[in-house]
Each structure stands twice: as C-alpha cells, then as structure tokens.
C-alpha cells in the first residue's frame, strides 16, 4: 500500500508540473500576441486631423482614402500631402503628392511619396526626397527616415548641402540630432576652395569638419595636393591632422609623415616621425622625425635624425647634424636658389669629400659652403682644418677651400709618415674635384718627404720655416714645392728627430672622419687635446681725443666687420 501512495504522489507532481509548463507558454505566446498589436494608448496612435474626402476603398477595405489637403499627425510630427491611404488598424499610412513631414521648428521631410509606419516609428520616402534640418539640406530620390533613432538614410545616391560644401556619395545617412553625416561609395565633397575624393568619410554639419577613415585626396584652389589614410580635415578653415603615412604636395615640394599637420591660411605644415620633405625643384631631400614646413616662403626645419640628401650637382651629398633648416629666395621665379644651416654636430658625407664642424651655411647663388667649429675636410688622402673653412663650388666639384686662422694641411703618405704644413690660413685649388694646387699664407711650417721609385722608398723629411709656400700636386702627389727665401734642415728618414716628426698641432682625425652615408648619424667628436682654442688678436686702443677719433674708430671698426665677412678670397 505505501509502495502505491508513493507511486500516486510522484504522478500528481508531474501532472503539475505538466500544468506549469503549458501556462507558462500560453502566458509567452500572449505577450508575443500582445506585443504584436497595435498600442492602445492614446499618444502613440496617428491622427487625422483634416482632409477634403474621406472615403472607403472596396479593393483595399483595410484603408481609408484621404483626399485634398490631408493633414496627419503623430507624436509631435505632422505630415501633409495631396492624398493617403490611412491605416488606423495598423497605425500606418501611405502619402502621395506634394508630401511633407515637419518635425519641430528644425526639421522638415519633402518627397513625392512617403510610406509610414507609427509604431515602428519609420519613414521611407521616394521621388525628390530633401531632408532639411537648419541650413543643412540632404537630396535624394529614396530615403528611408528612422524617427525613434533620428537617422536617415539613402543606398541610391543622394547630395548634401551645407554652407559651401556640396557632398555626393551613392551611400550616405545623415542624423540631425549629432550633426553627424556618413557617406560610402564614390564620395566628393565640392567646396569653393578645395575638392575633396574620398571611399569613406564622416562630416559634422556644425563644425564642419570631414573625417577621414578611408584614403582620401584633397586638392586646394592655389595647387596644394593632400592625401590622408586618417585623420581631420577643417572644410571651414583648410586645417588638416592626418596621420598613417600622409602627405602634402606643392609646388614640387612634398612633405610626408607618420603624423601630419597642415594649415592651408598659414601655408604651415608639422610633421613628426619618419618625415621626408622631397624639394624636386632644388634637388633635395630632407629627412628627420619632426619637420616644419612654410610652402609660402619655401623654409624647411627638421630635427631629431635630422639628414638633407642632395643631388643637384651629379653626385649625392649627405649631411646631417641636430638642426637642419632650408630656405628657399625667388620662390615662384626661374631664379630660386637655396641656403642650408646645420646646426651642432654636423658631418657630411660624398664620396669625394667629407666633413665635420659643428655648424655649416651652404649657399647655393654663391656656390659656397662656409664650416664653423672645429672643421675638418677629406678630400682622398689629404686633410684640413683650422678654424673656418670656406668652400667654393664649381657646378658639380669643389674649386676652391679656404681654411682661415691655424690652418694645417696633411697627405698621409702611409701608416707612420705625413706631408704637413701649418701656417695663418690657406687656399687649396682642385680641377675636377682633383687637388692640384696648395698656398699657405703667414707663419708657414712645412714638413715634407723626399721619395724616389714614385714614392715607394722615403729617402729625407725637410723641414721648412718660411711666410709663403706653393705646393703644386700632379696625380694626388705632390709634384714640387715653391717658397720664397726660407729655412730649411733635411733629415735622413733614420736619424728624424723625435720633435720633427710632426708640426706643432698636428692631428690626424681619421677616427671622426665619415664612412659612408649611414656613417653621419655616428657622432665622434675631437679628442679634447685636439680641440683648436681660437687665436685673439690684441690691438693697442686709441685715445679717444676727440670726435674726429671717434669717426675714425668707427670707420675702423667697420672696415674690420667687412674684413670678416665670408666673401671668396681673390686668387693669389
């Protein structure tokens, strides 16, 4: 008997649950029911507030037929048109003719035919569609309007009109509420002052600024070229911040970057990271991971790996130093020239010269490169340095080397002997970048070997004193040697004295020198007990007597400032 009671019970607990399950899906399918029809409450249903002719439709008994002058209403909007059919049961209608949709004072739908739905809260209007909200209006022949998300939307072409700027795109949905607009496939944005290409792009009707998601080209009404992977570009004032390798093109000048800013009313463009400006007209390229560029005066900075490539006269130069700044005179004529200043650390590279200092100025309508601090010039086995150098250019090679103030010249003949000569300043004179000639002028101090076999047995060292010396070269040796009266010992190589081997100063700087263009970035500087302390000439002052002395020391002063300037010396 227990054994059944149990049975019974177990039974009973089934039947109930059985019975839980099915009204716990009689009470799913009702919500299903209920949420599947119309809404009952008052603020969510459509209205008709007036029309001409109401009537019933037999071929479609679910629609009432408005006529003439037909007004709608729902939920703050209100709609007109020529004719409808209502729907009340599904909270719908269909609107034909001259239709318009007005939301608020900001907002406003026109179009041919406009399809309704309340509850869904939708719009789908076809035929000549414009959506206005303030002064931005969007056209298009099929627009689908989303009321509950404030977004419409077009998939068959459409155009966007804001200020001066004209949007074209064959996808595109605009949300008035954010000001927010996005456009896909074959989008061009018109504007007065530029024309923008693009795949991809968002644009902002209050700030007016286009975002750039997709490769993008932007051409400005004076030649300037933008291309941009991502970034902003400021329709209103020609502002751009890209970034993802993006650049700029104008007037044969490009400038690129990791990062880019770029000010059209400036003509001011700022670059970090992997930076190359490419001047084609001055054949030049300036590298560096953080550049500035004026297009309109044609200044270039570039720092940090700061390197100019140039390769206007046949083969390329490389200099690079921590400050590499470019401007450019006659810009816009057929007569543009170009000045270099390399600022701290600088060293160039090519493969018939090479150098060091610690600032340069290289100008271009002189032909001259000027080297201050510390210079040092290579030029094949030969090495000078003082305390200026002044370089003069012909086309393509150097002419002319002025080394001004402890100046030394040095040939390394091999591993343990040079040919050296020190004197006040001078002048070395090359014929197709070959050295054919060396003067010194003031206080000259040579040491020079006298060879036999062409060089190969080193026989004496002379060793001169004099106050000019000539020293003519013929395939890079030295040929003969002129001076005026001077004085002179001769030493067999094995009996040199110990304090003859070398002049005073004497310096082989073969460890700083370039090696190759990779080379200029390696920073050696001199040996501290290399570095040259700069001569100061004392003058005995004059006594100021009167204002005539005055005049005069004036006259004197500036006499001596024109002395100084870095003007080519004449031909001795």
């Known amino acids: 008997m227990a054994g059944k009671g149990s049975i019974r019970n177990m039974e009973r607990i089934k039947d109930k649950k059985n019975m839980m ?17 119309p809404s009952n409450d008052p603020d969510d249903r459509i209205y008709l507030i007036h029309s ?46 001259h239709v318009r949709m007005l939301q608020g004072d900001t907002l406003s739908l026109t179009s041919d035919t406009l399809f309704y739905e309340g509850d869904h809260l939708t719009a789908k209007a076809r035929g000549k569609v414009v959506l206005t909200h303030h002064k931005t209006r969007l056209h298009t022949d099929h627009l689908d309007y989303d009321r509950m998300y404030g977004v419409g939307m077009y998939m068959q072409g459409g155009t966007l009109y804001d200020d001066d700027n004209v949007l074209n795109s064959n996808w595109g949905q605009y949300t008035p509420a954010t000001h927010e607009s996005f456009f896909t496939d074959n989008v061009n944005l018109e504007n007065p002052s530029f024309t923008l290409l693009s795949d991809t792009l968002f644009y902002n009707t209050q700030t007016k600024v286009a975002r750039i998601v997709s490769p993008t080209n932007i051409e400005t009404n004076d030649s300037t070229f933008v291309f941009g992977m991502k970034g902003n570009y400021n329709t209103n004032t020609g502002e751009a911040d890209l970034t993802d390798r993006s650049y700029i093109i104008k007037d044969m000048r490009r400038i690129i970057g990791d990062s880019l800013h770029y000010d059209k009313e400036r003509h001011f463009s700022e670059a970090f990271n992997n930076v190359v400006i490419n001047d084609d007209e001055n054949m030049c390229i300036l590298y560096g991971d953080h550049c500035h560029y004026d297009d309109a005066i044609g200044y270039a900075m570039a720092t940090d790996r700061a390197l100019l490539k140039e390769y206007s006269q046949g083969d390329t130069a490389y200099v690079h130093a921590d400050t590499l700044k470019m401007f450019t005179e006659n810009i816009g004529t057929d007569s543009v020239t170009r000045t270099i ?3 701290r650390k600088v060293k160039l590279y090519r493969s018939d010269v090479q150098a060091v200092c610690d600032s340069m100025v290289s100008i271009q309508k002189d032909s001259c490169t000027y080297l201050y601090g510390q210079p040092i010039l290579w030029n094949g086995a030969q090495q000078l340095f003082g305390e200026t150098i002044h370089v003069f250019n012909n086309d393509s090679t150097i002419r002319l080397v002025h080394v001004i103030n402890q100046a030394m010249a040095i040939e390394q003949t091999d591993s343990t002997t040079f040919n050296e000569v020190a004197s006040r300043e001078m002048f ?27 060089g190969q047995n080193k026989l004496f060292m002379n060793y001169s004193e ?24 001769l030493y067999p190589v094995l009996q040199i004295p110990p304090d003859k081997k070398h002049l005073s100063g004497f310096a082989w700087f073969d460890y700083v020198r370039p090696s190759d263009p990779e080379d200029v970035f390696n920073w050696r500087g001199k040996s ?4 040259l302390v700069a001569e100061r000439q004392h003058k005995v002052p004059l006594q100021k007597l009167n ?12 006499d001596e400032s024109d002395a100084s300037s870095p003007n080519e010396p004449s031909t001795p």
């Open 547 to 558: 204002k005539l002395n005055k005049q005069q020391d004036k006259a004197e002063v500036s």
């Open 21 to 37: 399950g099915r009204a716990c899906a009689m009470a799913m399918l009702c919500l299903l029911i209920l949420s599947a029809m």
């Open 52 to 97: 001409d002719i109401l009537y019933k439709n037999y071929d479609d008994p679910r629609a009432e037929v408005l006529v003439g002058h037909v007004k709608l209403s729902h939920k703050g909007c209100i709609m007109y048109c020529d004719s409808a059919k209502f729907y009340r049961d599904d909270n719908s209608f269909d609107a034909f003719g």
């Open 428 to 454: 070395s004179y090359f014929d197709n970048g070959v050295l054919t000639r060396n003067e010194a002028h003031g206080n000259v101090y040579v040491i020079y070997f006298v060879t036999e076999n062409k």
């Open 341 to 343: 200043h390399a600022y």
């Open 528 to 531: 501290q007990e290399s570095v």
């Open 466 to 489: 004099t106050s000019k010396m000539i020293m003519y070269m013929k395939d890079k040796k030295i040929e003969h040697i002129w001076m005026p009266a001077a004085t002179c010992s």
